[in-house]
């Protein structure tokens, strides 16, 4: 029904840039929030970057400063610019969206198919 389409992967080297972008297929009455986790083999699945409803944002410690979370209210798109890139955010990147479908819905997590970054040295 929902599903959360994500682009914008590739493999780039070390200090270079991506743009991950994350969308519904579909209409979705409200969003409480949008993050983007990423999972590199073998390790837990973290929390990169949040933003609220509000606008209001938070990033791990590991990415302050180089990563930024945005979004497009219109399209309900949530974008992951990533710059000065490093071999250890080498992952794959989700998006994560708290959603209402319609009005009356209960919150409802949805999560993107991932999209695979790769940082070279």
């Known amino acids: 029904q929902v599903q959360l389409v994500e682009s914008g992967g590739g493999l780039v080297q070390a200090g270079g840039s991506l743009r991950l972008s994350c969308a519904p297929s579909?209409?979705?009455?409200?969003?409480?929030?949008m993050d983007w986790y990423r999972q590199a083999p073998k390790k837990q699945r973290e929390l990169v970057a949040r933003?609220?409803?509000?606008?209001?944002?938070n990033y791990a410690d590991s990415v302050k400063g180089r990563f930024t979370i945005s979004r497009d209210n219109a399209k309900n798109t949530v974008y992951l610019q990533m710059n000065s890139l490093k071999p250890e955010d080498t992952a794959v990147y989700y998006c994560?969206?708290?959603?209402?479908?319609?009005?009356?819905?209960?919150?409802?997590?949805?999560w993107g198919q991932g999209t695979q970054v790769t940082v070279s040295s």
């Open positions: 994560r969206v708290d959603a209402l479908r319609y009005y009356g819905d209960r919150p409802s997590i949805y």
């Open positions: 579909g209409t979705i009455f409200s969003i409480y929030a």
């Open positions: 933003i609220t409803s509000g606008g209001s944002t």
